[in-house]
């Protein structure tokens, strides 16, 4: 390429850069003043051009050319420019074909039309400068802070613990106010007026600081259906270590009508039909039948009693035991239930619900502690004698070596038709359930009607500097011990010494 074609070269590109023109910040490419360039472009290169010699030729068919108002013609890319501006070889056949609109290829697309915006803005030095596409506007959100989150989880645990604490509180001072199991010991006398209601009974025993809460006293009646019961007037000592209940069967009145009171008294260590004779033969109440079917089968609503739902099936009577000793006033027209349920009150009035929490401690149930008291019962004559007697039948009951054998003179005499005054060697090979000579443990049941003391005592057995296995009751009624059988048979020919000695 020689200087003249560099220079038309340069000319048609800024020719064709001429052809471009700017409509509100985008190009747009001007058909005009590009079909004007083609026209100057031919005009020059058919001047130029060597003339041929002519040739017979065929009439070329006219072809309609397109109006410069329908089809503008495009600018021609420099490649193209340059080429056409260069001169033709007399062996080039000239071209007869003009270039249609269909024809024009732009160099860069200036508008999109899909996106119906501008693809671009042309600098000052000729140059696009792109622009990035705008994103959709995002609201930013605030993350939580945690301080505010641990503060607000600190402060409802903090809630939760304050009403947690405050309702265990509450809940744990009025039950030991119902059922008094931490209250100071203490007597206190208490007025109770003629035709006193439930109201009046509770705010005397809130006054005289016997009870905390009277609304709860009254409540409690209340659902024990308790509040229509009549109120016997008079002076009361009472403590406050006594339960709503225990205080309730010590104001309350029988409702009566004309019938006979009499006055009975069970002595300590009776048994049950110790007990049955007495009512039976001496009082008048009841009859044997009676008394023997309110024992076995009569129902009454004493906690005490919840163990004794499935007996031992050689336990003489069910509730053996439970009859408390005591002097008691019944009207003689009473049914035998009733009679047995007033004693079984006193037992419960008696043994507290403190002392089903020390048979826990101590390992053993409520019969447990109720049948070993009654053998204490029976065995000791002096109460000062109830807690070394308990240490010896709890080594008994610990021992291997004795083959966990009571061997007590009382279980046989519970298990013989008639009591008898001095038992021989026969009496002791007896069979039944009962021989605690022939039978390891306790027996099937109790075998008296035992006193709280005595209840006390097997609960709380003497802690002996020396452990015994055996006692014998002088005959002043004291009991000797021995740790083994020779120290035993030694204390039986003492005993024998003082009973020859005293002409018995």
Same mark, same amino acid.
């Given at each position: 390429?020689n200087?003249n074609?560099?220079?038309?070269?340069?000319?048609?590109?800024?020719?064709?850069?001429?052809n471009?023109?700017?409509?509100?910040?985008?190009?747009?490419?001007d058909?005009?003043?590009?079909?004007?360039?083609?026209?100057?472009?031919?005009?020059?290169?058919s001047?130029?051009?060597?003339?041929?010699?002519?040739?017979p030729?065929?009439?070329?068919?006219?072809?309609?050319?397109?109006?410069?108002?329908s089809?503008?013609?495009?600018?021609?890319?420099?490649? $193209?420019?340059?080429?056409s *501006?260069?001169?033709?070889?007399?062996?080039?056949?000239?071209?007869?074909?003009?270039?249609?609109?269909?024809?024009?290829?732009?160099?860069?697309?200036?508008?999109?039309a899909?996106?119906r915006?501008?693809?671009?803005?042309? *600098?000052?030095d000729?140059k696009?400068?792109?622009?990035?596409?705008?994103?959709?506007?995002?609201?930013?959100?605030?993350?939580?802070n945690p301080?505010?989150?641990?503060?607000?989880?600190?402060?409802?645990?903090a809630?939760?613990?304050?009403?947690?604490?405050l309702?265990?509180?509450?809940?744990?001072?009025?039950?030991?106010? =119902?059922?008094?199991?931490?209250?100071?010991?203490?007597?206190i @006398?208490?007025? %109770?007026? /003629?035709?006193?209601?439930?109201?009046?009974i509770?705010?005397?025993?809130?006054?005289? $600081?016997?009870?905390? +809460?009277?609304?709860?006293?009254?409540l409690?009646?209340?659902?024990?259906g308790?509040?229509?019961? =009549?109120?016997?007037?008079?002076?009361?000592?009472v403590?406050?270590?006594?339960? +709503?209940?225990? !205080?309730?069967?010590t104001?309350?009145?029988?409702?009566?009508?004309?019938?006979? @009171?009499?006055?009975?008294?069970?002595?300590?260590g009776?048994t049950?039909d110790?007990?049955?004779?007495?009512?039976v033969?001496?009082?008048?109440?009841?009859?044997? /039948?009676?008394?023997?079917?309110a %024992?076995?089968n009569?129902?009454?609503?004493?906690w005490?009693l919840?163990?004794?739902?499935v007996?031992?099936?050689?336990?003489?009577? #069910?509730l /053996?035991?439970?009859?408390y000793?005591?002097?008691?006033?019944?009207?003689?027209?009473w049914p035998e239930?009733?009679?047995?349920?007033?004693?079984?009150?006193?037992?419960?009035?008696?043994?507290? %619900?403190k002392?089903?929490?020390?048979?826990?401690?101590?390992?053993?149930?409520?019969?447990?502690?109720?049948?070993?008291?009654?053998?204490?019962?029976?065995?000791a004559?002096?109460q000062?004698?109830y807690?070394?007697?308990?240490? =010896?039948?709890?080594n008994?009951?610990?021992?291997?070596?004795?083959m966990?054998?009571l061997?007590?003179?009382?279980?046989? $005499?519970?298990a013989?038709? @008639? #009591?008898?005054?001095?038992?021989?060697?026969?009496?002791?090979?007896?069979?039944?359930?009962?021989?605690?000579?022939?039978?390891?443990?306790?027996?099937?049941?109790? %075998?008296?009607?035992?006193?709280?003391?005595?209840?006390?005592?097997?609960?709380?057995?003497?802690?002996?500097?020396e452990?015994?296995?055996?006692?014998?009751?002088?005959i002043?009624g004291?009991?000797l011990?021995?740790?083994? !059988?020779?120290?035993?048979?030694?204390?039986?020919?003492?005993?024998?010494?003082?009973?020859?000695?005293?002409?018995?």
């Amino acid at each position: 390429m020689n200087e003249n074609d560099i220079k038309k070269t340069n000319e048609n590109n800024s020719a064709n850069s001429d052809n471009v023109k700017v409509y509100n910040d985008m190009e747009i490419f001007d058909f005009d003043a590009h079909r004007k360039a083609k026209l100057e472009a031919e005009k020059t290169r058919s001047s130029t051009a060597p003339k041929a010699s002519p040739k017979p030729n065929p009439t070329p068919k006219p072809v309609a050319q397109p109006s410069a108002q329908s089809r503008p013609v495009p600018p021609k890319t420099t490649a $193209q420019a340059a080429q056409s *501006s260069a001169p033709r070889t007399p062996k080039q056949v000239p071209r007869t074909h003009q270039p249609s609109i269909t024809d024009i290829k732009p160099d860069k697309v200036v508008f999109n039309a899909s996106l119906r915006k501008p693809m671009g803005k042309k *600098s000052t030095d000729n140059k696009v400068i792109k622009q990035k596409p705008i994103k959709p506007y995002k609201e930013k959100t605030r993350g939580a802070n945690p301080l505010a989150v641990l503060s607000k989880a600190l402060i409802y645990i903090a809630v939760v613990l304050l009403i947690s604490a405050l309702a265990s509180y509450f809940i744990i001072t009025v039950a030991n106010d =119902v059922f008094a199991f931490v209250k100071a010991d203490a007597q206190i @006398e208490v007025v %109770i007026p /003629e035709y006193a209601t439930l109201d009046q009974i509770a705010d005397e025993l809130h006054e005289k $600081q016997i009870i905390k +809460f009277p609304k709860i006293f009254v409540l409690y009646s209340i659902i024990r259906g308790r509040d229509d019961a =009549v109120y016997k007037a008079g002076i009361y000592t009472v403590s406050p270590q006594q339960n +709503f209940d225990q !205080l309730y069967y010590t104001f309350v009145e029988r409702k009566v009508t004309t019938m006979t @009171e009499i006055s009975v008294t069970i002595p300590e260590g009776y048994t049950i039909d110790d007990i049955i004779k007495l009512f039976v033969e001496e009082k008048g109440m009841g009859t044997k /039948e009676g008394f023997v079917d309110a %024992i076995q089968n009569g129902v009454y609503d004493y906690w005490f009693l919840e163990g004794l739902k499935v007996v031992n099936p050689d336990r003489k009577y #069910r509730l /053996e035991g439970y009859l408390y000793p005591d002097t008691y006033y019944f009207y003689k027209e009473w049914p035998e239930e009733k009679i047995i349920d007033k004693m079984l009150a006193n037992f419960y009035a008696k043994f507290d %619900i403190k002392y089903k929490q020390e048979c826990e401690k101590a390992g053993m149930s409520i019969d447990d502690v109720v049948n070993l008291a009654s053998i204490i019962q029976m065995e000791a004559k002096h109460q000062k004698d109830y807690t070394i007697v308990s240490s =010896v039948i709890h080594n008994r009951l610990n021992s291997a070596y004795y083959m966990y054998r009571l061997d007590c003179d009382a279980t046989i $005499q519970y298990a013989l038709p @008639e #009591r008898k005054t001095d038992l021989t060697h026969d009496d002791t090979l007896i069979d039944s359930p009962y021989n605690s000579y022939t039978h390891g443990g306790l027996p099937p049941g109790p %075998i008296s009607n035992p006193t709280l003391k005595a209840i006390r005592a097997a609960l709380y057995p003497e802690q002996t500097s020396e452990k015994y296995y055996f006692f014998v009751s002088d005959i002043d009624g004291y009991m000797l011990y021995a740790r083994n !059988l020779p120290e035993h048979n030694a204390n039986i020919a003492k005993v024998e010494k003082n009973a020859a000695a005293a002409g018995n």
